[in-house]
């Protein structure tokens, strides 16, 4: 039998078989890739000519092109059309691939190579992006113990080993709690909802065999429509629960998660693990860090409170006799945003449906950097929710743009961005079609016929279509820069920039359209819609802030036994609000538990907050939300740069000058 994993790649464009992979392929296609790369390495390290940036870089940078390309596919279908066998080759596969890498960064021949053209690299003359990749791999392999002492070696590869492992459980855990919940719902019990959620509401339970003629899952989207117009407190209350209660066997994971990467941390010399993560990034220390995390926490708890207060009042004039709680405060808060912007969440959804919005995110990045999109429906998919984009620049097909948007019980939670195959010009790859870029976008929208989504809903798309983006523009040599292989802190500046252009009545009046008349969406809905943009964002930035301070509490120093007593203890230090629940509790925060991709980095998205605030006013300055001139400036420097410059560079070169937070305090409505 053939397998689809090793054979060449013929789809168009050379995009990959998925359609033809099963789970029996994984096993063999990474035993022979993994010995192939081991073997490249091998040669590289084991090279009798002195070291040179050809043999030992851009070497490094040629090998393990095929186990990358399994691992693309796999770790794409474990994450959205995922199976038991999948998962338990995932369990399997997760220390191995730990060990493998732990081989290369620790093999001492090829890191002394490495040195060497390290430490001669300014007389190579080597061009700026050879030096950046140079500077680069050198850094990998020292965060990745490559200068340890022989004897501390072997414990640091069993901490990778097990930590690897550790998060595939974590994942899985949250997962299978999110498959085996489902609230079946009656008629009686949808008062309140609007009739798009409704229509969601009814797929639901249809596609999931409810037994009921509705059913909500603990999907993001549907739990947070659900919590925002149910007029059943007690079906919220429930609802909620169930959804910030998921991974509940995770306590015991996270302790020992953080003890290990704490002890990695001192192994490589570092006091903490949030110090030795934020020392590869443009925070640097965890003081910077939650520096810009408690100037903004204050006048967002300030703004909650009066919030509070706000809602608790409402619930006293409709005669309530209890105190507001986490699972009400969404239902009030939409209540008195219907009062005081005279408009509900309800009536925009008809105007926003899933097909316009991913029109309006294409038209976008059609006038911003000269973009066009072709469906390819005869492009392979592992699910038939998946729909194919070829992307056209200056008449040329510069990568594929994926999109999967709907939530299903095979589906991690949440929205994301990740590639099948990353853009790159080694060896003169450049119009080569195994260069171009082969990008996904994952939401978890509910599937409904017409799916309607709330404005947050489209705001997500927006954000993860800009994280595509970074990858479909990237135009560097090397894949070790690519794309959005840049500093955490600054990897959301593009997704989040992005989201600025919904809020655009350039955007809105084309897009925003009726699904079923096809008129725009009223002028005076529009601008009710702009004018309540700051309403409740004392709530939203206090609910993401408190995840912020609970994952830099984890990673600051100090054993954890119990993981439910280190998250109350970092929410009562700040003094957060007992109605507002971090945006991810402890148990399920696959950001930092689930990888090791925004462990003691969550507070990224406040950084790169304050270079998209600051960014965007760029174009407000201009005086054109599209200015040509600005947006040639925004290509070249951020969405086609990848980690090819000095992150804090590479936005002094866009904006002229180093952000300012005020802008993002502005943006939030609390610079007051």
């Known amino acids: 039998m053939q397998n689809p994993l090793l054979a060449p790649w013929t789809g168009p464009f050379n995009t990959p078989p998925l359609a033809e992979v099963k789970p029996e392929h994984f096993p063999p296609a990474y035993d022979y890739a993994l010995a192939q790369h081991a073997a490249e390495i091998a040669a590289i390290a084991g090279d009798p000519t002195p070291p040179s940036f050809g043999n030992t870089v851009a070497a490094l940078e040629r090998s393990g092109a095929l186990l990358t390309r399994v691992e693309m596919i796999f770790s794409n279908l474990t994450a959205s059309d995922t199976n038991p066998a999948l998962q338990e080759i995932e369990r399997t596969l997760a220390p191995r691939m730990a060990q493998h890498w732990n081989a290369i960064y620790l093999n001492g021949p090829l890191f002394a190579r490495l040195d060497a053209v390290y430490q001669a690299r300014t007389s190579l003359k080597l061009t700026a992006e050879e030096l950046r990749v140079v500077e680069r791999y050198h850094l990998d392999f020292m965060r990745a113990g490559a200068h340890l002492p022989q004897e501390k070696r072997a414990r640091f590869a069993a901490i990778g080993e097990r930590l690897a492992s550790l998060a595939t459980q974590f994942s899985q855990n949250v997962l299978a709690d999110e498959q085996a919940w489902l609230l079946p719902l009656d008629e009686a019990q949808l008062a309140g909802l609007p009739p798009s959620l409704r229509d969601a509401a009814a797929a639901t339970a249809k596609e999931r065999g409810a037994g009921a003629p509705y059913a909500v899952t603990l999907s993001r989207s549907e739990v947070e429509s659900f919590l925002q117009f149910a007029d059943d407190r007690e079906l919220r209350e429930t609802l909620f629960h169930a959804f910030v209660r998921r991974g509940t066997d995770n306590g015991p994971v996270i302790a020992e998660m953080v003890a290990l990467r704490e002890e990695k941390a001192k192994l490589l010399g570092y006091d903490s693990f949030a110090a030795f993560k934020l020392d590869d990034s443009m925070a640097k220390t965890p003081a910077n860090a939650r520096a810009l995390l408690e100037q903004v926490w204050a006048p967002a708890r300030a703004q909650a409170l009066k919030e509070r ?126 260069s171009l870029p082969i990008i996904l976008n994952n939401c978890n929208f509910a599937k409904a016929e017409p799916c309607l989504l709330s404005f947050d809903d489209a705001r997500t798309l927006f954000h993860e279509f800009g994280h595509a983006l970074h990858g479909l523009l990237s135009q560097v040599v090397f894949p070790r820069l690519s794309g959005t292989n840049v500093a955490r802190d600054f990897v959301e500046l593009p997704s989040q920039l992005y989201e600025h252009w919904l809020e655009q009545p350039e955007v809105l009046t084309r897009f925003a359209r009726h699904y079923q008349s096809g008129e725009a969406i009223p002028r005076d809905l529009l601008d009710k819609l702009l004018a309540a943009r700051n309403f409740n964002q004392g709530f939203a930035t206090v609910e993401f802030l408190a995840s912020a301070f609970v994952d830099m509490e984890f990673h600051a120093g100090g054993a954890v036994t119990d993981a439910q007593m280190v998250e109350e203890r970092a929410l009562e230090k700040i003094g957060t609000p007992e109605e507002i629940a971090p945006r991810h509790a402890a148990r399920h925060f696959g950001h930092i538990f689930g990888g090791d991709g925004y462990s003691a980095g969550y507070y990224a998205y406040l950084w790169a907050e304050v270079l998209d605030a600051d960014g965007f006013g760029a174009f407000k300055e201009a005086g054109d939300v599209f200015d040509p001139a600005t947006a040639r400036r925004l290509y070249d420097y951020v969405y086609s740069a990848g980690g090819s410059r000095d992150f804090a560079a590479a936005y002094r070169a866009f904006r002229g000058r180093d952000p300012k937070v005020e802008a993002l305090l502005e943006g939030r409505g609390l610079a007051a």
Do not use: C
Request: aromatic share 16%; hydrophobic share 40%.
């Open 309 to 434: 207060d706000a809602l608790q009042a409402l619930i006293a004039e409709e005669g309530g006799n209890f105190r507001l709680a986490p699972w009400d405060w969404r239902y009030y808060a939409e209540k008195l945003r219907a009062r005081l912007y005279d408009f509900d969440e309800a009536m925009l959804r008809p105007y926003f449906s899933l097909e316009r919005m991913i029109e309006a995110a294409f038209f976008t990045a059609g006038k911003l950097f000269g973009l066009s999109f072709q469906q390819r429906p005869d492009v392979p998919v592992y699910h038939p929710d998946v729909r194919v984009w070829e992307v056209v620049r200056e008449n040329r097909v510069i990568g594929l743009f994926y999109g999967d948007y709907f939530a299903r019980p095979s589906k991690q939670g949440g929205a994301w961005m990740s590639s099948l195959r990353d853009q790159h010009r080694l060896d003169g790859a450049q119009g080569n079609k195994d």
